[in-house]
């Protein structure tokens, strides 16, 4: 696994290479195999790139049509809710872009039965990469927590011990607590990961992931080691605040 650690002056310049990344990758993806599968994170941290994606000049530089999004977790709580990964994404990217709505793959985590939705969206998934096996996101983009949670996967819960399921039901300790979340197991077959990291209250977090011992029970991002993938941080300078010289020259 390739790990890079790229820091930024303000969160407008870590979102403008954030942005350039996911172009990058999305054209190499649909070059290569014709389209490029996404995966976006929900939080407050992308909400400058997701606008970013649907303006110029980013809009015009992906071929929407080949671009299959689907979220890492997702809140459960309907699609219209302030709180729904899915409507902020709607409200900041889809709304202005030309994305066939059969390429966005909304989690229905605000279904009763959240067993039943996991399978689901895990089924919906499976057929959308025509694959019985773990799908192999070409990018995951994902944000991390406080605490060092990334999707909804967060310290000392069963989740981060997952070896079969690739969605699953949980219930954090940040509000609204009832979600539905990657595993490791899907998120480990990513071929990229990309973190969009911001703000001094992950700094020190940040400096235990990237330069602790590898304890994911406490820091659950550290989960995070694609078998055959790259992962990228994209930090900006308060949030590296804490890591040593030598990650911050890479
Ligand atoms: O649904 C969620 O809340 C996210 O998936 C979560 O993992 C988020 O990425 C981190 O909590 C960082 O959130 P901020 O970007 O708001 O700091």
Avoid at 107 to 134: I, N
Avoid at 163 to 186: C, N, Q, S, Y
Wanted: aromatic share 8%; proline share 8%.
């Amino acid at each position: 696994m390739a790990v890079d650690v790229l820091i930024y002056p303000t969160t407008e310049k870590l979102s403008l290479e954030a942005a350039d990344f996911i172009v990058k990758a999305a054209n190499e993806a649909i070059a290569d195999h014709g389209r490029f599968t996404l995966a976006l994170s929900g939080g407050s941290t992308p909400r400058k790139l997701y606008g970013m994606l649907a303006g110029d000049p980013y809009k015009d530089q992906i071929d929407w049509s080949k671009v299959e999004i689907f979220w890492s977790d997702e809140r459960c709580v309907p699609p219209t809710d302030a709180e729904s990964n899915f409507q902020l994404a709607q409200e900041v990217m889809f709304s202005k872009l030309q994305i066939p709505a059969a390429n966005i793959h909304r989690c229905p985590a605000d279904e009763a039965d959240r067993d039943a939705a996991s399978l689901a969206y895990t089924q919906e998934m499976k057929r959308v990469f025509q694959t019985d096996g773990v799908p192999a996101f070409d990018l995951i983009q994902l944000g991390m927590g406080p605490e060092a949670h990334t999707c909804s996967l967060f310290p000392h819960q069963a989740s981060l011990q997952e070896e079969v399921r690739l969605i699953m039901p949980v219930t954090v300790p940040k509000p609204p607590p009832p979600r539905l979340t990657f595993t490791p197991p899907l998120l480990n077959a990513a071929r990229h990961v990309l973190f969009l990291v911001t703000g001094a209250e992950k700094a020190e977090a940040l400096q235990a992931v990237l330069e602790g011992s590898y304890q994911p029970d406490e820091y659950p991002a550290q989960i995070v080691r694609p078998t055959n993938g790259h992962v990228t941080w994209m930090l900006d300078n308060a949030a590296a605040a804490r890591l040593s010289q030598k990650e911050q020259e890479r």
